[in-house]
């Protein structure tokens, strides 16, 4: 009971009341970066904009794990799965936030495309649902997000991403309790061939004021990266930053991503992802 | 959730709908029309409203449709609609000077001081002929080469607003200000007819939403009470004919046209960028006469006007007798005069008190203007004289004390203007016949090649009034005020641009905002980057610093406190293959006083055009969320429209806005244009407040318009 009142009080400060955590960037990679990942390839983009997914080059499946404290309570767990087919790519996405009592779960359907070199789209379908323990039901939504990449020059790409661009609301609510809509842009730029940077606006509306992001990613070594990043808020309640930082290892079959995060109220976590390839 | 969803999927489903059928035209102005946007948008934050602009604006349309020879002395409207500055205007001359007639648009690049951007702008208005300009005018060629225009436009608020709510007659007389007794639809058509621009002639009708039209919904009662006032028909008719280079008459205006001289103190009617981003085009060029082809109802002249050349003199003579709308006060039994209290600008007449002002009283303006000029140097003197068929009494208050008030306004003034090769040397000073004084003086300066600078003082008298006055300023009075503005523009490195102004500002008497004398400063800076050929980006950063009255309610005495807005602005746009144009903008306002906590705001938005090359249609669309936390952070967003006509809204609260534009283009004469917009509140339940409330989330808007060519 004191975890929780605790975790309670934590999480007001912060600024964030319980739902919609889920709809953060996700990945050990995105993480490392001040989570900026709207204009950023991979498995990954099927949670943080599915147009990233359009070139996927081979079927890969990724499990990625997140906790601030380390309480059951506060676990926020991702999975995903993506094919490249002849007519774009699909994959299936699932994550969750929370615990018996509390959750947040987003399970999703996701296909993208290119549209020659300079624009890839992206789609996923939705099925939210919280569970706000015995006293408060079940309550969910359907939805879809939407998003945009392309690639404008060898070196710049830009991203645009919309979660619940429809504005569809929670069922099972008396007052039809809005979900928010995310809507995100941002560039990737590639300084060299070791070197990327990316920055990122985020505008969510259920939350005052917007989130900026930006991070780095440098290739130390072949297939070794080492990443740093931060987002700052400029809601007045939530002014606070985060400053992260990781590390990257690639080889032929799988790819490992780890990142520590530093708040400044709510202190240090640490985020885990795996991504493993199948087929040439 | 059902509701909406249909809506989305309605809404997608016209899109798919429309695709298959609209159409591209055939100019690339993109160039043109981003640098458009940004100035009506910065027009819409001065003014703090969103006013008319197709006044400002369609003269970009017309000569974009009917380009300027590149080789005729024409070239001087590049610089009036401040296309190119005056470094670049002298530089177009000097080539043509040493090098002769252009042969291909593509020696742009070559002239002194032309980059990229302004190399496209100028291109997409210009063409290459031999100078005809002083040929005579044939009837001949008038029939067979003139070209005709129908622009017809409906549109409309779908969801009822209050206003237009069946009420009794009681009720009107009662609020008289809170009932529209017409229909909510607006409507307006005009005919154009032009002969390249040597002679314009047309005509315009409109009806506000809530005016009355052919069918209205007014008793008998409140028809007797109307009188002349109740009308069948559109609420405003303008007509215009206007010719030019026909000897030594250079210029003829009948019926309504606008006139403008110097920089703008003395005579300048119509709107005018007061204070934009272009540093280098803080020097104005008057476009001396010019008709009046839109529907706007206010600040134009209506009669006639005459402006003959000879050698480097040329002289204009001007009437107009038009009827204003203004507040009717009491008469003065005595001797029966009329008097009012304030005169009307909106040019709105939907309710009963907007109908009884409805050209309440008559206004005629008289003058002229002489001018001596030869290359590089302008020199001009304007008179004119304003008479009302009314006196002219405000409400007395501390503030608008030296507002005009009367009957009779006489103003005259002298401008030059003196450019050479790297600055220009500009200034006007003018006197009201209550002998106050207002001056600008100002230099522009292009030391290098890649840096030019923009330098003016400003000092209006506190008694100086003017009705026509539209010079540069903070406040749009043009009196009681001084201020020093410096700007510099600079492109140190290829494809970048950096833009930078600073101004300071003290109005030397009260304001109605300000029960004292104030003072505030603007400053602003602006980065573009072209990216590549398809993609650039501009990063915005503003600050501004005002005063107003504190709204405190604990004390007694109103004094003014400062306020200061912020805000970032982020914009790209780029091009993906030949028929796809995205853009992503975000918009970020912190506006803080000392007496108030403070606010901000949040704007972001996607745009898609598709444009087909080769296809008779395209279509636009915008997805755009917004959050602030109150009206002080609201935010200005332009918004695509239908050709001619050019919508800024500010947005405010919390929710959504999408747009979806068409445009269908049928055999070859007809083009259609269709919008609709929606913005859906996700905090409140009632929109807007008086007679236009409307009670629900959402409020939805519908524009049609048809262009038939021929």
């Known amino acids: 009971m004191k975890r929780t009142l605790a975790l309670i009080i934590v999480l007001l400060l912060a600024g964030r009341l319980f739902a919609y955590d889920i709809i953060n960037p996700v990945g050990g990679r995105a993480a490392a970066m001040g989570r900026s990942s709207v204009a950023s390839q991979g498995l990954w983009s099927i949670l943080n904009n599915p147009a990233g997914l359009a070139g996927l080059d081979k079927m890969k499946l990724g499990i990625y794990y997140e906790n601030y404290w380390m309480l059951d309570a506060t676990a926020y767990k991702s999975a995903a799965f993506a094919i490249p087919l002849n007519y774009g790519t699909i994959g299936l996405s699932f994550n969750q936030f929370g615990y018996s009592k509390f959750s947040e779960n987003k399970f999703g359907l996701a296909y993208a495309r290119d549209f020659g070199r300079y624009l890839q789209i992206g789609l996923q379908l939705d099925y939210y649902l919280l569970n706000a323990g015995e006293n408060y039901g079940k309550k969910s939504a359907i939805t879809f997000e939407l998003g945009i990449q392309s690639k404008i020059t060898d070196k710049l790409t830009l991203g645009t991403y919309i979660f619940n661009p429809a504005s569809l609301t929670l069922r099972q609510t008396i007052n039809n309790e809005p979900l928010p809509i995310v809507f995100r842009f941002g560039a990737s730029y590639r300084f060299t061939k070791e070197f990327l940077g990316q920055l990122e606006v985020e505008k969510n509306t259920e939350l005052s004021g917007c989130s900026f992001r930006g991070g780095v990613e440098y290739e130390a070594f072949k297939d070794f990266f080492i990443r740093a990043g931060a987002q700052i808020g400029t809601n007045p309640q939530n002014q606070q930053g985060i400053l992260t930082f990781g590390l990257g290892y690639k080889i032929r079959f799988a790819e490992i991503n780890i990142a520590g995060q530093m708040h400044q109220a709510l202190g240090n976590a640490v985020q885990i992802g795996m991504i493993f390839s199948f087929g040439k | ?710």
């Open chain 2, 1 to 710: 959730m059902m509701k909406k969803l249909l809506f989305f999927i309605g809404f997608l489903f016209i899109a798919a709908y429309s695709s298959a059928q609209i159409v591209n035209d055939t100019l690339s102005l993109e160039a043109l029309n981003q640098l458009l946007i940004e100035q009506v948008e910065r027009l819409a934050e001065e003014s703090e409203e969103d006013a008319d602009y197709e006044d400002l604006l369609e003269n970009y349309i017309f000569y974009s449709e009917n380009p300027i020879n590149i080789n005729s002395d024409d070239i001087v409207h590049l610089l009036e609609l401040r296309l190119i500055n005056v470094f670049q205007y002298e530089a177009l001359k000097n080539y043509r000077k040493y090098y002769g007639d252009f042969l291909f648009l593509d020696e742009l690049e070559m002239v002194d001081g032309f980059d990229e951007q302004t190399v496209n702008i100028v291109k997409s208005i210009v063409y290459i002929g031999t100078d005809h300009s002083k040929d005579k005018i044939k009837v001949k060629d008038m029939v067979r080469y003139g070209k005709h225009q129908i622009v017809a436009r409906y549109e409309q608020v779908l969801e009822p607003q209050q206003g237009f709510a069946t009420a009794s007659d009681s009720a009107i007389l009662d609020t008289p200000g809170q009932h529209y007794l017409g229909s909510p639809q607006k409507y307006q058509i005009k005919y154009s007819y032009n002969y390249h621009d040597k002679i314009r002639a047309g005509f315009a009708a409109e009806k506000d939403a809530g005016e009355m039209f052919f069918t209205d919904r007014v008793s008998d009662t409140i028809q007797a009470l109307l009188g002349k006032q109740y009308r069948k028909g559109f609420d405003f008719y303008g007509f215009h004919l206007f010719a030019k280079d026909m000897g030594v008459v250079k210029k003829v205006a009948l019926g309504d046209y606008q006139i403008a001289f110097g920089q703008g103190l003395t005579l300048w009617s119509g709107m005018s960028f007061g204070k934009t981003t272009e540093g280098s085009s803080v020097m104005k060029a008057a476009r001396g006469l010019s008709p009046k082809t839109s529907t706007s109802e206010y600040s134009f002249m209506r009669g006639a006007a005459v402006t003959i050349g000879f050698k480097d003199f040329s002289a204009t003579a001007f009437y107009s007798n038009r009827a204003i709308d203004a507040n009717v006060s009491l008469a003065d039994s005595l001797d029966d005069a009329e008097m009012v209290s304030s005169l009307q600008e909106t040019g709105y007449h939907r309710t009963l008190n907007e109908l009884l002002n409805r050209h309440a009283i008559r206004q005629q303006v008289f003058g002229g203007h002489i001018a001596y000029a030869t290359n590089h140097l302008e020199i001009g003197y304007t008179l004119h004289h304003t008479l009302l068929s009314a006196e002219l009494i405000l409400k007395p208050s501390n503030y608008n004390q030296f507002y005009f008030q009367g009957k009779s306004l006489t103003n005259h003034g002298i401008d030059f203007r003196y450019a050479r090769n790297h600055f220009a040397f500009f200034g006007e000073a003018a006197m009201s016949n209550n002998k106050a004084f207002a001056g600008l003086v100002g230099i522009t300066a292009k030391p290098t090649g890649y840096i030019n600078f923009t330098l003016l003082y400003r000092n209006y008298d506190k008694r100086y009034q003017s009705l026509f006055s539209n010079a540069f300023g903070e406040s749009s009075r043009g009196q009681g005020e001084e201020g020093i503005y410096f700007g510099v523009q600079a492109s140190p490195l290829p494809y970048w641009t950096f833009l930078a102004y600073t101004d300071f500002f003290r109005m030397t008497w009260l304001t109605s905002q300000a029960y004292s004398p104030s003072w505030g400063h603007d400053y602003y800076l602006k980065v573009t980057h072209q990216i590549s050929r398809r993609a650039n980006f501009n990063l915005i950063l503003r600050s501004k610093t005002k005063m107003k009255n504190s709204t405190d309610d604990h004390v007694f005495a109103h004094y003014p406190i400062f306020y200061t807005k912020n805000s970032v602005r982020f914009n790209i746009s780029y091009q993906i293959g030949n028929d796809w144009f995205l853009g992503n903008r975000a918009d970020y306002e912190h506006y803080y006083n000392e007496d108030a906590v403070d606010s901000q705001g949040f704007y972001i938005c996607q745009d898609i055009t598709f444009k087909p090359q080769g296809k008779p249609y395209s279509l636009t669309f915008r997805y755009a969320i917004f959050d602030t936390d109150d009206y002080n952070s609201r935010i200005y967003a332009y918004e695509n429209d239908v050709l001619y006509s050019f919508s800024v809204p500010s947005v405010f609260d919390k929710g959504m806005r999408i747009y979806l534009l068409g445009k269908l283009k049928l055999f070859n004469a007809l083009t259609l244009y269709a919008r609709i917009g929606r913005t859906i509140y996700s905090n409140k339940d009632e929109i807007s407040s008086g007679p236009s409330l409307i009670e629900g989330k959402h409020k939805t808007d519908l524009k049609v318009e048809a262009i038939y060519k021929f």
